[in-house]
């Protein structure tokens, strides 16, 4: 019982959609009309709207890490089951028909929850790797790719494997970048030159 309501409560929290919301309340056209249709900071940024995009990434990132530090209080356990639900509530939110966002900035924050310097790594690799290709969709990916490894060298096994779920998620979420960064379509970071 307590597990379950660890994890409702996760889900709840994940399930907040911050960029539909704020872009709402701020008078902007509905995320999901606008560029991939996704609720995530990325999305909003299409918007032209770099504070409401910002936002959304904190929000985003802060519901996971709340969903993980309230429940740690209780144990590490339910920690790792919130935070799993968190995740979950970010990409399968039930008030949008489970069609949410792909969990990059909940996956940070979920992260720093349960172990705060695997999440500095995460944002260091993050920038060195758009910082060379430009490509934000690759750096999520690489970054995500090398967390669960690190974890496990940490000697955090069941932390590691909620990660290795969570990247696989994530990855699966992340497939139409992953299909045209294979072709050379993906869009890259910065302006666009003419």
Known sequence: MTTLFAFAFGYLLGSIPFGLLL??????PDIRSVGSGNIGATNVLRTGHKGLAAATLFC?????????????????????????GAFLGHLFPVWLRFKGGKGVATYIGVLAGLYWPAALAFCVAWLAVAAITRYSSLAALVASAVTPLGLWFCDLPSVALLFLFLTVLLWVMHR???ARLLDGSEGKIGPKVA
């Open 23 to 28: 872009t709402r309340a701020a008078g902007a």
């Open 60 to 84: 985003d990132m802060f519901k996971g890490l709340t969903a993980v530090l309230i429940t740690r209080h209780f144990s590490m356990d339910l920690a790792i089951i919130a935070g799993l």
């Open 176 to 178: 139409a970048n992953i």
